[in-house]
């Protein structure tokens, strides 16, 4: 077992398993995947375990080098988008219609399914390299 990090074997197995490029995607509860696409369930009731928490555990251990997010988060969920914000930095950041965030879902590894009930709060990171 681990002593520290991610005890979730799929998670830790897929940020293991990241290329250059690949994409993951971590979304609410109501984010749809696309067929052929590997989905974690975390979901265990109505808010729990929030998107905030499963991100902020993903950024320790991901190189990530981009981050896309629906526009419509700007106007529907600006408090998840501040704290994303907070924690990506200087992370450089694409905004597309929640229709094109959905679309774009197919190219995921996998996609993480939180129990966050707040509208838009999806993101897609692209892995980088540490090098």
């Known amino acids: 077992m681990y002593k520290t990090g991610t005890l979730n074997s799929e998670i830790s197995k897929v940020l293991s398993d990241l290329g250059h490029t690949d994409e993951i995607v971590i979304g609410d509860c109501g984010l749809p995947v696309p067929d052929g696409v590997k989905k974690i ?8 375990p929030s998107f905030m928490d499963v991100l902020t555990e993903i950024e320790k251990h991901m190189v ?68």
């Open 64 to 131: 990530i080098e981009h981050i896309t997010l629906a526009n419509e988060i700007k106007s529907a969920n600006s408090k998840v988008l501040s704290e994303i914000e907070k924690l990506m930095g200087e992370v450089e950041t694409t905004f597309v219609t929640h229709e094109a965030f959905k679309a774009l879902n197919k190219n995921a590894k996998v996609i993480i399914r939180t129990g966050e009930a707040t509208p838009y709060a999806n993101i897609i990171l692209r892995s980088g390299v540490n090098f």
């Open 41 to 48: 369930d975390l979901a265990l009731v109505k808010g729990l």
